[in-house]
C-alpha cells in the first residue's frame, strides 16, 4: 500500500495486519468501577497526575489482548491499544492541520511569508480540480501560484510588490526546469513599467500589434501589402507604427499620402471634423517631423497625432550589473571558497539580486539563491569549468542578467 505524507506520519509501524498507529488505553479521572481495576499489573488510578482509568472494561482488554491488538511499550509504560490503517475509512480533516511542517531546509526562499508548499498543496488539491482557476491577490512569495502550477491549475497571481511579482517568477522558472523545461501553463507577466531595450528589439510585427492593441486600435492581421498603415482605431482611423526614435519628417510625408489614399472619405470627415487623419506611434520623434505635423495643421486643416510609446505604456531602461570575484581559500582538495560581490545601478533602485551558480544558457537561468539583498555570496567550487550568472532586479520590476565564466585549476582564472 503507497501511503500519503500525513499517513505516514501517523501510521509509523508496521506488523503482518498491516500499518498502525497506537492509541491510549487510559483516559484521565479515577472511576471506582471496572474501568478503574488494575489490569495486568497497571493500577490505572495511580496513574498520571490526577488518576486515569481505562477506555473499557478488564474482560474487554483481555479481548483485545488476545487479538493480538494491545501494544506494551519495551520502557514498561503503559499499554496502548493498535489502531490500523484499515480500521479508519477516512475523516473531515481538523480544524488544526499540525502535520505540515513549517518552511525549512531548501524550501526557505528567504521571503517574510513564505507558506510551506505542502499547505498549498493541500489546500488547492481540495478546493479545485486540474484545469480549474486558482486566485492569489496577495501573491507574496510565490507559493500558490508554484503550486497551482504543478498541479495543472490556471492561475492568476496579483501583488503591489516588484520582489513578489519577480519572486513568483523565478520559482516558476526553478521547478519547471526540473521537469520538461517548460511551464505547465504558460503565462504573462504584467509589470507597471516596460523594458525600452526588449521593445526595441522585439519582432517588428509583433510589436506593432500590440502596441496598437495597448493605444485601443487593432493591428492588422497581415503583414504586407497595408500601404504602410499597421493598423486601425475603432472608428477606423489608420495608425502607423515606427519601432525607432527621432522619427523623421519624410514619415509624415509618406503616412499622409497612405491616409488619403486608404478612405479618402475618411480622410475628408475627419478634416472637416477637426479630429485626427491618423496616428503614428514611435519611441520619439525628431524636429522636422513635429514641425511637418503642426504645418500640415495650420495650413490645411490635417490633423496627424504624433503617438510617443510612452505615452501609452510606462517605459524604463534596465538596470546595469557586473559581477566582482574574490578567492577567499583553498583547502588540501583543491576546492575554492570564492566571493561573488554584485553590483547593481539602476534610477529606481535595485530591489534584489539572485544566483545561479550552475548555469546553462539552453535550460534558462535557475536560482540557487533566490533572493538576495546585499549582492554578495560565497560558494566553494571545485576543479575545472564553472558557469555564474546573477540577475538584478530593480524597484520598476525590470532585471539584467551578467554571466561569468570561472577556470579553476591551479588558480581561478575568470574566462568571460
Request: hydrophobic content about 35%; overall charge neutral.
Amino acid at each position: 500500500m503507497e501511503l500519503s505524507r500525513a499517513s505516514k506520519n501517523l501510521y509509523k509501524n508496521e506488523d503482518e495486519k498491516g500499518f498502525y498507529q497506537t492509541v491510549p488505553l487510559l483516559a484521565s479521572g479515577i472511576r471506582n468501577g471496572e474501568t478503574g481495576k488494575v489490569w495486568r499489573n497497571v493500577d490505572p488510578n495511580k496513574q498520571g497526575k490526577e488518576g486515569m482509568h481505562w477506555i473499557t472494561t478488564p474482560d474487554k482488554l483481555d479481548e483485545y489482548e488476545k487479538e493480538g491488538l494491545v501494544y506494551f511499550p519495551k520502557n514498561g509504560t503503559t499499554p496502548r491499544l493498535k489502531y490500523y490503517l484499515e480500521q479508519s475509512p477516512g475523516a473531515p480533516l481538523s480544524e488544526i492541520w499540525d502535520d505540515i511542517r513549517l518552511v525549512q531546509g531548501k524550501e526557505v526562499i528567504g521571503y517574510p511569508t513564505q507558506k510551506p508548499f505542502a499547505l498549498l498543496e493541500r489546500i488547492i488539491k481540495m478546493a479545485s480540480n486540474e484545469g480549474d482557476l486558482v486566485l492569489d491577490p496577495f501573491t507574496g512569495g510565490g507559493t500558490t501560484v508554484a503550486v497551482a502550477d504543478k498541479l495543472n491549475r490556471k492561475w492568476i497571481g496579483i501583488d503591489q510588490s516588484v520582489q513578489a511579482v519577480k519572486v513568483t517568477e523565478l520559482r516558476l522558472h526553478q521547478q519547471t526546469d526540473l521537469f520538461t523545461g517548460l511551464y505547465a501553463n504558460s503565462y504573462t507577466l504584467q509589470l507597471h513599467k516596460y523594458d525600452y531595450d526588449t521593445l526595441r528589439s522585439k519582432d517588428a510585427f509583433e510589436f506593432e500589434n500590440w502596441i496598437i492593441g495597448q493605444f485601443g486600435g487593432t493591428g492588422n492581421a497581415r503583414q504586407r501589402g497595408d500601404s504602410g498603415l499597421d493598423g486601425r482605431m475603432p472608428d477606423n482611423t489608420p495608425v502607423q507604427v515606427k519601432r525607432s526614435e527621432n522619427v523623421g519628417r519624410n514619415v509624415v510625408d509618406n503616412f499622409k499620402s497612405a491616409v488619403e489614399r486608404y478612405n479618402k472619405k475618411l480622410f475628408e470627415k475627419n478634416i472637416a471634423a477637426g479630429t485626427p487623419a491618423g496616428y503614428i506611434i514611435a519611441f520619439s520623434f525628431g524636429k522636422g517631423a513635429v514641425q511637418e505635423v503642426a504645418r500640415l495643421k495650420n495650413r490645411d486643416g490635417i490633423i496627424i497625432e504624433l503617438v510617443p510609446v510612452n505615452t501609452i505604456i510606462p517605459v524604463s531602461r534596465k538596470p546595469a550589473i557586473r559581477i566582482e570575484v574574490n578567492e577567499l581559500s583553498r583547502d588540501a582538495g583543491g576546492i575554492r571558497e570564492i566571493e561573488f560581490t554584485a553590483s547593481g545601478q539602476s534610477e529606481a533602485g535595485v530591489e534584489f539580486y539572485s544566483w545561479d551558480f550552475d548555469y546553462d544558457a539552453e535550460k534558462g537561468f535557475r536560482a540557487s539563491v533566490i533572493i538576495d539583498k546585499e549582492g554578495k555570496q560565497q560558494h566553494k567550487l571545485t576543479a575545472g569549468v564553472h558557469h555564474i550568472a546573477v540577475k538584478v532586479v530593480d524597484n520598476d520590476g525590470l532585471e539584467n542578467i551578467e554571466t561569468i565564466k570561472l577556470k579553476v585549476n591551479g588558480t581561478v582564472e575568470r574566462q568571460d
